[in-house]
């Protein structure tokens, strides 16, 4: 079987895919995510994880890379990680009470063969109104400072999720129902 390294750093695509059982090794992209404000948000999530696979790509001759993208839509705006405490609280503060998207796109790319698939989930989530108390503590306490949107679906921040409409494990990263149903493309059976 082929070797499939997961270009990223991400603990929580690394949990995902060990949750279902794909044997993978680490070899994040560092690549500099440059937004292009022409495109939607799910392209976008495409594009950079369409960048990540083929900087990764350059390190190995016969391997399946599979990278991936998250950031959160609001309102015309689109949030990646944030920077710092004050970023975060912004964030937050806009998502309170509102609902926004949470898209993912990710790239599965054989080195050998070159074939390439890219995908993407949206998933939609409200929050309920957040205090700013609430923002101070849970930034305090969670430092989300590597999450898009400044939190993690499944974690402390559920706390704040009234509804989710689509894909529960886009939202935390990693669409494990897209990405096992394309490895089989790749010859890999999740079962």
Not at 49 to 64: G, H, T
Not at 81 to 105: F, I, Q, R, W
């Given at each position: 079987m082929k070797k499939i390294i997961l270009a990223s750093a991400s603990p929580r695509r690394?949990?995902?895919l060990e949750q279902i059982g794909v044997k993978f090794e680490i070899c994040p992209s560092n690549i500099e995510e440059i937004l292009d404000p022409r495109l939607s948000p799910r392209k976008q999530v495409e594009v950079l994880?369409?960048?990540?696979?083929?900087?990764?790509?350059?390190?190995?001759?016969?391997?399946?890379i599979l990278s991936a993208d998250t950031m959160v839509s609001f309102d015309g705006e689109v949030f990646g990680?944030?920077?710092?405490?004050?970023?975060?609280?912004?964030?937050?503060?806009?998502?309170?009470?509102?609902?926004?998207?949470?898209?993912?796109?990710f790239t599965l790319l054989d080195t050998k063969t070159l074939k390439t698939v890219t995908g993407s989930t949206e998933t939609k989530l409200w929050f309920r109104k957040i205090s700013k108390e609430e923002i101070k503590n849970f930034i305090i306490r969670e430092k989300p400072y590597d999450k898009a949107g400044?939190?993690?679906v499944h974690e402390l921040a559920s706390i704040f999720v009234e509804k989710i409409e689509g894909d529960f494990f886009g939202a935390v990263g990693l669409s494990v129902f897209l990405v096992a149903k394309e490895l089989k493309k790749f010859g890999i059976k999740v079962l």
């Open positions: 690394k949990q995902l994880s369409v960048q990540k696979a083929k900087k990764v790509a350059q390190e190995y001759s016969d391997a399946i990680k944030p920077k710092d405490a004050e970023d975060a609280t912004v964030m937050l503060n806009k998502l309170s009470g509102k609902v926004h998207s949470v898209v993912t796109g400044a939190y993690a």
